[in-house]
């Protein structure tokens, strides 16, 4: 029975419906965190999408002893888990740190990322990191960092339980990081 209780536990610490949050507490971000970026850029994101880890749900599927309402939670084709992660595509426009071609590719591995349908057209100024980077500081009581999706691309630059480093171009956040950078330059 007990063993029972702590994989409900767990499972449920791992499926939430829409977005994944993992944290009891939001923390906030600090903007100097950009120092754990190795490549800061301004561009547009296109081909947006969510990957579903459906590998670890069959996985979980196959358990004879899964509660009917975790099953329920793993066959739900909308709910998400922290294992999913969103993967995009950035048309870069200008790079203010570090080396990125016209384009390339990233994901969103924090459990925080938004559904397609609520990213929002524009211009972002957005960090990201290479897989085995540096990760950045731990912050929450719960924080965890999950491994990189796909080892081969970057990675959107997150602490745990805070926001990513994706700011619309014209935001105060975004001149905020543009002076930190400036600031670092020699």
């Known amino acids: ?6 994989a409900a536990a767990a499972a449920a610490a791992t499926v939430l419906p829409g977005s994944v949050h993992a944290c009891m507490m939001f923390v906030p971000q600090k903007l100097e965190d950009i120092r ?4 800061v850029v301004v561009g547009r994101i296109a081909n947006y999408r969510i990957i579903r ?9 196959k358990s004879p002893n899964l509660p009917a309402d975790l099953r329920k939670m793993y066959q739900d084709p909308k709910g998400g888990l922290m294992t999913d992660y969103a993967r995009f595509d950035i048309d870069v ?14 994901t969103w591995d924090n459990s925080t990322f938004p559904e ?7 211009r972002y100024v957005i960090a990201l990191r290479r897989p085995g980077s540096a990760a950045p500081p731990l912050r929450g009581p719960s924080a965890t960092i999950m ?3 796909d080892p081969k691309i970057m990675t959107l630059l997150q602490a ?15 001149r905020a990081i543009r002076e930190i950078l400036a600031a670092r330059r020699p």
């Not at 754990?36 to 490549?39: E, G, L, N, R, T």
């Not at 880890?53 to 599927?61: K, P, Q, S, T, V």
């Not at 203010?96 to 384009?103: F, K, M, N």
């Not at 397609?116 to 524009?122: A, I, N, Q, T």
């Open 36 to 39: 754990y970026a190795d490549v």
């Open 160 to 174: 745990p339980c805070s926001s990513a480093f994706l700011y619309e171009a014209g935001s105060g956040e975004a």
């Open 1 to 6: 029975m007990r063993f029972r209780w702590m």
């Open 116 to 122: 397609p349908d609520r990213m929002k057209p524009g």
């Open 53 to 61: 880890d459906e590998a670890f749900r069959r996985r979980m599927l």
């Open 93 to 106: 426009e200008e790079v203010l740190a570090g080396r990125a071609p016209a384009r390339l590719s990233a």
């Open 147 to 149: 491994p990189s999706p």
